[in-house]
């Protein structure tokens, strides 16, 4: 799950720095310490039937600690790393299956000229661009995610094994595109994944587009998108997006389109098997309408709504699924570094008669799926930065 690499999910990430190492000669490196720590509950009007209360961390920032290095190499050279470790507050377990540096782990080499090429395990190029653009990508977080995230705007999946590049900004114009390896011999396809995006940026107006290929993602433990860090198990997914955001004042508001087209998917990450037999399809189409307003320097709302719409092509027939989504916040920041919220989701599905998990409404970071085609979540939080 989650989110941007430079940009927390309203959390208001703060750095501080540790100091510098080496000898003289190395004045201009340092080492950055820093962390989110995101915590509340959870209310579900129903979840197999029954509402749910739980603790739940991470759902607007994922809970995390992490270390920054930048080394200056001269002639605007720089050597940078990032190190981020996911955890669940609740009970201290790391998260995305136990990584020690899930959410992020990355070496490269950043030039002021001509842009930063990174190593690792690493967002892919809908997280850095069209994500952005989105309620979920920005300042609500995961419960504001589109069904199933399926087209990845909220970081369900990472790129392990992947080589970024990044373009400096030219007029407002920006680039990035990265390629995860499968890194499973005879067979280079297998579990990789290619993506690109653009960014611009005008004054107040943000655009974006981009479109990622994966290839198997989810077929072995050690390709690119691992078995265990899937949205989608499937024989490939493809995703396209557009994405703008607009300023008006004390106000954003924002328009995104998405397309996921996920070929012979076998299960979700989020509600398990799917049962749909080979050669079936689903086809995502997700347009998404929010606005954000800064009341006063201490308080923030925020709305949504989602309208998706899904093709499913099996052997057995055709069916077309259709879910509206209504979600609404309101922050107080006590200082920069902490904040209490408040959040509540609205989900509705209809079309639902594939016999499937689909059928039943879910919001993605509740208890699990509800018995029927409405599903409700509140939740009251804390987060804090330091």
């Known amino acids: 799950m989650k989110k941007s690499p ?20 190395f004045a201009q490196s340092s080492v950055t310490l820093f962390g989110v720590i995101d915590e509340g509950i959870n209310y579900a009007s129903n979840v197999g039937g029954k509402s749910s209360w739980q603790t739940a961390s991470g759902d607007l920032a994922i809970s995390r600690w992490g270390l920054k290095g930048n080394e200056d190499l001269g002639g605007g050279l720089h050597a940078i790393f990032d190190l981020e470790s996911g955890f669940a507050l609740d009970n201290g377990a790391a998260a995305y299956g136990g990584r020690l540096f899930g959410y992020q782990s990355y070496v490269g080499l950043q030039s002021d000229s001509y842009g930063t090429l990174t190593f690792g395990r690493q967002f ?22 589109h069904p199933l995230d ?19 900004t030219w007029a407002g114009l920006s ?10 011999a005879g067979a280079f396809a297998n ?29 072995n433990a050690t390709g690119a998108i691992a078995s265990d860090d899937i949205g989608f198990a499937a024989r490939n997914q ?25 070929m012979d998917p076998q299960s979700s990450i989020y509600v398990g098997a799917l049962g749909l037999g080979e050669h079936s399809s689903l086809k995502f189409d997700n347009v998404e309408v929010n606005a954000r307003y800064n009341v006063a320097p201490a308080v923030i709302v925020g709305a949504m709504y989602t309208y998706t719409h899904a093709a499913l092509d099996q052997d057995t027939g055709r069916a077309s699924l259709h879910w509206n989504q209504l979600g609404a916040m309101a922050q107080y920041l006590f200082s920069k570094r902490t904040s209490v919220y408040g959040q509540v ?10 016999r499937t998990a689909l059928d039943g409404a879910y919001v993605p970071g509740s208890a699990g799926v509800s018995s029927n085609s409405h599903q409700v979540v509140a939740r009251i939080a804390m987060n804090h930065t330091f």
């Open 238 to 262: 493809k995703t396209w997006g557009v994405g703008a955001n607009y300023g008006i004042g004390e106000a954003t508001l924002g328009l995104v389109y998405t397309r996921a087209n996920v």
């Open 345 to 354: 989701i609205y989900q509705a599905v209809s079309g639902g008669n594939t």
């Open 175 to 184: 680039a990035t595109a990265l390629y995860g390896f499968s890194n499973q």
């Open 191 to 219: 579990n990789r994944i290619f993506s690109a995006g653009l960014n611009y940026t005008w004054q107040t107006l943000t655009l974006a587009a981009v479109y990622a290929d994966l290839g198997a993602p989810g077929a």
């Open 6 to 25: 430079t940009v927390t999910s309203a959390g208001f990430l703060i750095l501080f720095s540790l100091g510098s190492f080496g000898s003289q000669a």
């Open 124 to 145: 892919d190029s809908v997280a850095d661009t069209v994500g952005l653009l989105t309620a979920n990508g920005n300042w609500a977080g995961f419960l504001f995610s």
């Open 150 to 168: 399926n087209d990845n705007t909220d970081a369900t999946y990472h790129a392990s094994n992947a080589v970024k590049y990044t373009s400096p």
